[in-house]
């Protein structure tokens, strides 16, 4: 069996997203529940349809960095725009690839 790893190639940084953010909500000694995103669909002013709500800043799991990273560690969760990374077809792992600069901020 050939085994693989991927690694990203100057400042690029490998991620894989979260199906939802796991920072979107907190909850309260009180047990109540502030900012559940649950409902992701709205009502489109233009079609007046319900439509998905396109996500545009998502979460992300660092899975590799490039040589040239000097902010972003394997395994910490980091925010982007979600629409400016490129998909990675490596064993459909459901890899992204993003520059650095590109990361907003890291979840330390």
């Known amino acids: ?9 100057n400042t690029g940084v490998i991620l894989k997203f979260y ?11 009180g047990g109540i529940l502030i900012g559940d995103e649950g409902n992701r669909r ?4 233009s079609t007046g349809e319900m439509e998905e709500d396109i ?12 040589p ?4 972003v560690k394997v395994g910490e969760d980091v925010f982007c725009y979600k629409g400016i990374a490129q998909p990675i077809p490596f064993f ?17």
């Open 1 to 9: 069996m050939i085994m693989n790893e991927l690694i990203p190639c």
């Open 19 to 29: 199906e939802e953010n796991p920072y979107a909500r907190v909850q309260t000694s």
């Open 42 to 45: 709205q009502l489109s002013n």
């Open 55 to 66: 996500q545009m800043v998502a979460c992300a799991k660092v899975i590799a960095v490039g």
């Open 68 to 71: 040239k990273c000097e902010n």
């Open 92 to 108: 459909k792992q459901g890899y992204y690839n993003i520059s650095e600069q590109n990361i907003m901020c890291r979840v330390i």
